[in-house]
């Protein structure tokens, strides 16, 4: 039940661990994985120009239905040739349902059967997201990649809670199928569970049986303990089908990444990269530089040493925390850039770890990382 | 009396009028004139990198000495190599005194023969500017050009308040040369007067006569009718020496600059074309597209027809519409591109007429411009 112009191979997996070096192949382009795909929230990726997130190497975006849905509209979209047009990216995009951001921005009026009824964060408007409604607007949006609607149930939650959104979101799965029309746009399932174990199985049992094209695994890294975390990962990474891409939404720290990547994660998408830059906060190997903090103001050195990025090339930390301090554009430029660079080549790092078999050691040498500050 | 490694040379000039095409040189490479000056404010043209103005073909850049000085200090510019370096601009860049700033910006605390005290519009500091001092940070910059303190009065003043302003002037133009070391940086005066002809006159007679390597005009266009600024303009462009560049402060409209090229003005500096992108009007050959109206949110025409740059390449007014709306850093970037790239297009249809000896045809095809808004 493979989408036409949609599919994903295995090229080479990690004897230590459950990593796979992958190819997913879309209506715009072919995408390596494991993959971290920068979030385009409305219609671009804060700060960048789309020909800069090519030079950073990066194939594909994500972009939030949600917002796009509300401003400017699908209908817009629709008639300027779809979002890659829109927007200007030629490369692959993954659109999210907008479920997560209905549960965690909007305030829900009404959660149905039929689905869910919110109030816009942008002007107050009342809306009804519904499965059907997910997949023909992100039909309009165009994306490569659409992901069907979900719901979503904050931490902690009773068991009986996230029962009841595992199997709405089963539910719903179904009705998404219904509604998707193969045509160049792969959809892709989501599986939930909070962090029980048992109905982390049973969302990845019901929905690998829909035959989705890949599978986006939600509602983990929302407070609970981080073994907690890796288990439910685990066991959802069991059984889902082998030869179907996997998407962790929303997990961006590098530890995080490593260690999803060895449980056989291919896709991963995060705003903290790009908004920690806006807030001052490079991402570095040797931790992160916080541009704020006042013993950078006469640090002549770049970002990061052995970084090729525009931000570490031409500019010095006290450049770009003077920017920073008088809220410069430039500066949220230069260091998102940086970070976003950050990222792309620790996902080429653990490409090559899966390649030279070292998938363990690369975990181990991000360890502790975030607790790291990079020395004086 | 030329500084070493600083040349002007005159290659054509158009027979209708005063304008001239010409060639300055610097210390960090030539400029082509005339020419638009974007301004760099505080080390950074706001939106843009340096990479992005040499591509769009700008030769030089304009800094302010005021803000530089405040934020983040001339020590730790010299310290980092100077402001070339510090920016990551290797072109040429003029630095303006401060004193412009210092009597539109600051709560000045005390004029006197000595030099202007006033408060930082940072802190509340408080600060003692002298001719002498703007001439050792400008040298601790290492701009190309730097410019000597001059003495501002606001639109109107009395004739006695604008010819005691000339006079000081005057004085402190003869304490910067006697502070300024050559080296690699060109020292220019600057003439005022008000909107009085022969105050302007006198201003503009005695400053030539020190021997400066170039000359600013300063305190025009502030609110004076505009047959005044141009017959003040006329007085001083025909004293000036003839040999040296001069440089219109703070004009950026393109009938103003076709006019004053036309009376042989050589450099212009205006944050207007960067500041308008940012509050969301675009610059066209057409008139002013202001994407705040509702008239341009289905609009899918690029920001002018035949405009090459990025915002115009690959974008339409709706997008750039839905960006500035959501305050977007991509909108600022993208319409502040094209705006420089209008005004460097401007510059260099003007280099184009003068060499086709129709300047005057060029006048009077940007008259009435600013009144003009691009039909539907």
Redesign the interface.
Known sequence: MADREFSFGVLARDPGSRARLGRMRTAHGEVTTPAFLPVGT???V??????ELEEIGYDMLLANTYHLYL??GPG?IG??GGLHE???WRRPILTDSGGFQVFSLSPTLEVGEEGVRFRSVYDGSEHLLTPEKAVAVQEELGSDVAMILDHCVAYPASREEVEGSVELTLRWACRSLDAHRAGGQALFGIVQGGAYPDLRARSAEETARMGFAGFGIGGLSVGEPREDMLACLEVQAAILPGDRPRHLLGIGDPEGITEAVALGMDLFDCVLPTRMARNGVALTRQGKVNLRHARY??D?RPLEEDCGC?ACR???R??LR??H??N???A???ITWHNLAFMHGLMLDCRAAIEAARMVQLIREWRGWSERVPGE
């Open positions: 409305r219609g671009t804060k700060a960048m120009a789309p020909w401003r400017p817009l008639k300027a829109f927007m200007g103001r006469h002549l525009p031409s500019f010095t006290a450049y003077h920017l301090g008088l410069e554009i430039l949220h430029r230069l």
